[in-house]
Structures are given as C-alpha cells and as structure tokens.
C-alpha cells in the first residue's frame, strides 16, 4: 500500500459523515496516523473529536490528498476551503456523485490533479466497492493512491474513464438501496403468506445477507449458483417462472429502475 506518503505529508478530510466515517476508519486501520489527518466537519460525531485527527483546524500547507466527503449541493459552499490547494502536488479525490471532474477543474484551477470515485455504503463494513477515473494531471501515481485510499474499505474498479461513473453510480452506489428494499418487499411478501411481520423479516434478512457472502465466496458464476438451488418444476422453479419474466419480471424491471438513476447522475453533473 502506498499509504505512506499520507502518513508523511498529511490527508484532509473535507466532511465525515457516515461515508467519510467508514473511510477514515478504514485508514486508521490501515496505519494512517490519526494525526496526518485533518478534517473539516461541522457537525462531528462524538467519535470523531475522540479519534486523535486534527478537527476543524484548517490545512496542512501541501497535504498528499484532499478527499471530498461533502453532498454534491454542499460542493459549491465546501470547496473554497481548499481553494488554495489547486493547481499544485495535492491529489484531490471526489466521492460526490454528480460532480464532475471538469467542475472541480473550474473550482480548483485546470492543472490539479483529481480522481473521481464512487464507492457504496457496505464501506461502513469493509465490505464496500469502489469505481474510479482521473482527469491527466492525476496520472498513474494518483489513480495508485487513490486506489490504495478506496481499498481500505473494499475493493476497487478502474473506469475506463469518467463517461462510466453514472453507470457505477446506479449498479453499486445506489445497488445497496436496491438490495435492502428487496429484504422489505420479501418480507412483506412472507406476511401476506402468514408469517409474523418478525418472523418474515428475519427470514428475508438472513437469506438475502447469506446468499450475498455465497456469491461472495463462490467461484461460480451467480448464474449457475441460482441453477443449483432451483429443482425442475418445484418451487423455486415457480417462482423464477414469475421473477425472470420478460415483460414484468426483475430484469427490465431493474433495467428501468438503474436507467433511472444513470440519468438522474447526469442530470447532476450538468
């Protein structure tokens, strides 16, 4: 990991809300001083002011990264805190959705290094995944330590450029939402059937959560892990007949609903 070079010159945190808290806590972790951080947050968790970083104390000089954990509509207001670290050696990393890199060029100066990522909220669990891609100034260097950054809480895709951010955003950054509703929906779907309302959502939890970490774990495809849990003409058979339709089934049905967010993204970055 090539996380030295933040222990030695230093990393600022621009707003640490829950994704910013699953970051620093992954670099923490990972041997990042608390004290080559310095983060500005104006609403700190009780956590925060007792992990040992610098807390609302402005910046380092030339910090090795400025990361960028503020909402896309707080963007604008946060940024000329930075300001003065544009055009110069600090890597500026955006996990903002919507924003894109021509925005933080306009903002920071044209020759500052940016990478753009996404990453998604199972971060909080180590267990997140990250998309990324860099304007040219960032270079190999910048992508290898943004990549480091990310990879302390999951894994990390290279994009081939920023046009596939969007799409990123509606698989995975919004995915866990996805996932999440279909444990309400089974659940709701298990009480109709007459369980308990405790008994159903325990039940949903525990399959959805379970088959995830086999789909993990598994080295086949989750096409052939569905194959084997489905008998010819029983009941998952049945239900598949329903969920895999053409017309109404999950596929077109996600198909719209990840189109949905792919354009909702571009319309935030224009």
């Known amino acids: 990991m090539t996380l030295d070079v ?21 670099w923490l972790a990972a041997g990042v001083p608390a004290t080559s951080v310095w983060v500005i947050e104006p609403n700190p968790t009780d956590w925060l002011q007792s992990s040992g970083v610098h807390l609302n104390k ?68 180590g267990r997140g995944i990250t998309g990324i891609c860099a304007n040219a100034f960032a270079g190999a260097a910048g992508l290898s330590l943004a990549r480091d950054l990310m990879r302390a809480v999951g894994q990390v895709v290279e994009l081939d450029g920023e046009h596939q951010i969007d ?6 950054g919004s995915g866990p939402a996805y ?8 659940a ?18 525990a399959t959805v959560c379970g088959a995830g970490e086999l789909a993990h774990q598994s080295p086949e495809p989750a096409s052939q892990l569905r194959i084997n ?5 029983g009941t998952t058979a049945a239900a598949l007949a329903v969920l895999m339709d053409e017309a109404t089934g999950f596929p077109p049905l996600l198909r719209r609903a990840v189109k949905a967010a792919a354009d909702r993204g571009r319309e935030l970055g224009k």
């Open 167 to 172: 799409a990123v955003t509606a698989v995975s």
């Open 58 to 125: 402005g910046v380092p000089p030339a910090p090795a990264v400025a990361l960028l954990a503020v909402k896309p509509q707080m963007m604008g207001a946060a940024l000329p805190a930075l300001q003065a670290l544009g055009n110069g050696q600090t890597l500026f990393v955006s996990i903002a959705a919507g924003t894109s890199i021509a925005t933080f060029e306009a903002a920071l100066g044209d020759r500052t290094p940016i990478v753009r990522t996404m990453p998604n909220t199972p971060a909080m669990v």
């Open 179 to 186: 996932v999440f509703h279909l444990i309400e929906a089974m």
């Open 6 to 26: 933040v222990a030695r010159d230093g990393l600022v945190l621009l707003g640490c809300g829950k994704m910013g808290t699953a970051l620093l806590t992954g």
């Open 229 to 233: 849990v489905t008998s010819p003409g």
């Open 188 to 205: 709701a779907a298990g009480v109709a059937e007459g369980l308990s309302p405790e008994i159903a959502m325990q039940l949903a939890r």
